[in-house]
């Protein structure tokens, strides 16, 4: 059986913050909670982070009213503090997401595997809004 060529989507977005910060606010479960979302009638109501090599995190992520909800979870296969992360999604899918220092901000660039299920341009809209959720977070606190 043939190994189709995956799909990879990149988001990315400069926050105003250095990156000892960034990755703090990344990283911490009472962090990600606050931000963890693609639009206001979702929240992430409980996460969890060993951020190591051959760590688990999950991110139980529902909708606000309580009609849908699922555990957005992986394994870690590359952690380098302020630098950059790696991980395995729980459908083989890979995700790498790059912390670029800039001084007083942060480049953060997220790349990951499409799924089949929704389109392209949904899914890339859906990280880069949660991003953006990310960078507004972080730069208000």
């Known amino acids: 059986m043939e190994n189709p ?16 910060k960034v990755w703090k ?14 639009s206001d009638d ?41 630098e950059r992360i790696e991980y395995t999604l729980g459908d083989d899918r ?8 800039q001084g007083n901000a942060t480049q953060v660039t997220e790349s990951f595997e499409a799924e089949n299920e929704n389109s392209i341009e949904l899914q890339q809209s859906g990280w880069q809004a949660i991003l953006n959720n990310f960078r507004k977070y972080t730069e208000s606190h």
């Open 5 to 20: 060529k995956k799909t990879i989507i990149t988001v990315e977005a400069t926050v105003k913050a250095p990156v000892e």
């Open 25 to 38: 606010f990344w990283s911490s479960p009472e962090h990600i909670t606050q931000w963890n979302n693609a």
């Open 42 to 82: 979702w929240h992430t109501p409980y996460a969890e982070n060993d951020l190591r090599v051959g760590g688990k995190f999950t991110s139980r992520m529902e909708a606000k009213d309580g009609s849908f909800g699922f555990d957005f979870w992986g394994i870690y296969d590359v952690v380098i503090t302020n």
């Open 94 to 101: 890979k995700v790498k997401i790059v912390f670029t220092d």
